[in-house]
């Protein structure tokens, strides 16, 4: 015969409140675990149900534990001494999750593998996804893209271009007579826009449509400049660069409205910003690479390219007022510094 002390039986019990899953009306009852049974008793109420049917909620600081029931019912007990020896004795026991979040040391490493996995899935899944993805859309979509970004801009931030039509139709021509790789040839749509915001610029559409401004071709000291952006703005148009920035930026974005919340403030914004960074820089080296391999292909230096981006930044800085060469810029810039382009540009392999 097994003797029960009186403080044991005593422990045997506690109370809570029952809900029957059908009403929000509170029940006072008496929890009591019988062997492997779960005994509940109150006003109008009496279960005996197997705990193996009997789903127990983990663990928290001061919170209520919640014993759930296969029919809907549920009973909100204190977490209590007496709940947790009523508990073990009855073999139930935490997950391993649980044990495991209440251990500091156990905690670190999965906030650890948690940042490691981040990284991983920022710096090479989601690049790899935005690839796969952008060149999967149809043109059609593409196109849309295209007309509805620039639609957006025109009249606002670009204005028609003030270069004579001569101008702009030998331009066009020059560019229609550029020899490609195999595979990689751009049937590029060239507008001429002008802007006081963007000055001396150039940027590639999804679609191939390519916009010069006019103060860029302005500045440069030939054709051949030109054609070397028009090279480069072309290898942002064959990598797709533009609908990749698109889906990843987006994808940060959401990121960022979930963890960190309101994404339009100056906290959100910037780190949007400096993760965003680094996806441009990547694609404007492959861009610098493409148009290297291109001018050669046309028997033209890849250092055009170069020397011309020495006048753009010159350019840029002149009318900033910036002649520090900060390098804290050139970090955070969308752009990598030009000396490093200069660089690649000069290391590239003959043709």
């Known amino acids: 015969m097994t003797l029960t002390s009186h403080s044991e039986t005593a422990a045997s019990a506690t109370s809570g409140l029952f809900y029957d899953g059908v009403s929000s009306r ?26 193996s049917k009997v789903s127990v909620s983990e663990p928290f600081d001061g919170a209520h534990r919640i014993l759930r029931f296969q029919d809907g019912a549920t009973c909100e007990v204190p977490d209590s001494n007496a709940l947790s020896g009523m508990l073990k004795r009855a073999g139930h026991g935490d997950s391993l999750v649980v ?29 790899w996804a935005a690839e796969k993805l952008a ?8 196109g849309l893209i295209s007309q509805q970004t620039l639609s957006s801009i025109d009249g606002k931030w670009l204005l028609p271009s003030t270069l004579p ?14 020899a490609f790789p195999s595979g990689k040839h751009v049937v590029a749509n060239i507008q001429f826009r002008s802007s006081a915001m963007f000055g001396a610029n150039a940027f590639a559409l999804p679609d191939g449509t390519i916009v010069f401004l006019d103060k860029l071709v302005e500045l440069a000291e030939n054709d051949d400049q030109i054609v070397a952006v028009f090279a480069h703005e072309a ?61 050669q292909r046309n028997n033209m230096s890849p250092g055009l390219l170069g020397s011309f981006l020495i006048r753009l930044e010159e350019d840029h800085k002149k009318h900033k007022g910036d002649s520090s060469g900060s390098k804290v810029w050139d970090y955070i810039s969308t752009h990598p510094p030009t000396a490093e382009r200069m660089k690649e540009m000069q290391a590239l392999p003959k043709q």
């Not at 060149?135 to 593409?142: H, I």
């Not at 940060?252 to 100056?266: E, F, K, Q």
Request: net charge positive; aromatic share 10%.
């Open 99 to 127: 044990r495991l979040q209440q251990r500091w040391r156990w905690v670190a490493i999965s906030f650890a593998l948690l940042i490691i996995v981040l990284f991983a899935i920022y710096r090479m899944g989601l690049p």
């Open 235 to 295: 290898g942002h148009v064959v990598y797709r660069h533009g609908v990749r920035q698109i889906i990843q930026s987006s994808v940060v974005a959401l990121v960022l409205a979930a963890y960190v919340g309101d994404v339009s403030t100056l906290a959100g914004a910037l780190t949007g910003w400096l993760l965003e960074a680094k996806y441009s820089r990547d694609f404007e080296r492959d861009a610098d690479r493409f148009a290297g391999v291109v001018l």
């Open 26 to 51: 509170a029940h006072q009852v008496t929890i009591r675990i019988v062997g492997n049974t779960v005994c509940i008793n109150g006003n109008n109420i009496s279960r005996t149900i197997p705990i």
């Open 165 to 178: 039509p001569e101008r702009q139709k030998q331009l066009r021509e020059r560019f229609a007579h550029m």
């Open 135 to 142: 060149f999967r859309l149809p043109d059609k979509a593409l």
